[in-house]
T-cell receptor
Framework: AQTVTQSQPEMSVQEAETVTLSCTYD???????LFWYKQPPSRQMILVIR????KQQNATENRFSVNFQKAAKSFSLKISDSQLGDAAMYFC??????????????WGLGTSLAVNP | GAVVSQHPSWVICKSGTSVKIECRSL??????MFWYRQFPKQSLMLMAT?????????EQGVEKDKFLINHASLTLSTLTVTSAHPEDSSFYIC??????????FGPGTRLTVT
């Protein structure tokens, strides 16, 4: 079974600085999807970035980028120029490419990010 | 992007009563929806997978008779917490995968059982 591990329960960063959140996963599948979700105090889950395992290029969305190391099964999230609005829980998630019920996400425990002004 | 709504956003009920939570995909059809439970500052715990036109698939340890799931149409799934007790108080979230890779999440329902 697949597992996702986030080893940093809490992180903090100064406004405008850069922070990296760690995520490792375990799977025997060769193709899969990886996601970072943000959950602000409103508790609405927001997709931050996604990565297809077959793509070697690291995904980037504005200030958010990932370092995807497939062999090491590592999927870290880098937030550049941190803003106060980035303060939230961040969850790493894995999804099999298969259809139906197997589209469920496997979640890490989350990292609580604080942004200090 | 696609929108998933949940209703109600917050509900308070008395112990022993039942409460129904609705999850709707507003602009796409969802043959599958997922129901999660989340405690404060914790991760999402998958409770069950709701399948349109068939029985839901429950995760191990989730009581099927307590958490009734009905996927009545391609845009609506409901979660009914039967005979609710204070320990059922939690934040419940639904999600629906699109035809692509993404899942879209509802805003969640806060259930308080007194």
């Amino acid at each position: 079974a697949q597992t996702v591990t986030q080893s940093q329960p809490e992180m903090s960063v100064q406004e405008a600085e850069t922070v990296t959140l760690s995520c490792t996963y375990d799977t025997s599948e060769s193709d899969y999807y990886l996601f970072w979700y943000k959950q602000p105090p409103s508790r609405q889950m927001i997709l931050v970035i996604r990565q297809e395992a077959y793509k070697q290029q690291n995904a980037t969305e504005n200030r958010f980028s990932v370092n995807f190391q497939k062999a090491a099964k590592s999927f870290s999230l880098k937030i550049s120029d941190s803003q106060l609005g980035d303060a939230a829980m961040y969850f790493c998630a894995y999804r099999s490419p298969r259809a139906g019920n197997n589209r469920k996400l496997i979640w890490g425990l989350g990292t609580s990010l604080a942004v200090n002004p | 992007g696609a929108v998933v709504s949940q209703h109600p956003s917050w509900v308070i009920c008395k112990s022993g009563t039942s409460v129904k939570i609705e999850c709707r995909s507003l602009d796409f059809q969802a043959t599958t929806m997922f129901w999660y439970r989340q405690f404060p500052k914790q991760s999402l715990m998958l409770m069950a997978t709701s399948n349109e036109g068939s029985k839901a698939t429950y995760e191990q340890g989730v009581e099927k008779d307590k958490f009734l799931i009905n996927h009545a149409s391609l845009t609506l799934s409901t979660l009914t917490v039967t005979s609710a007790h204070p320990e059922d108080s939690s934040f419940y979230i639904c999600s629906a995968p699109s035809t692509g890779r993404e899942q879209y999440f509802g805003p969640g329902t806060r259930l308080t059982v007194t």
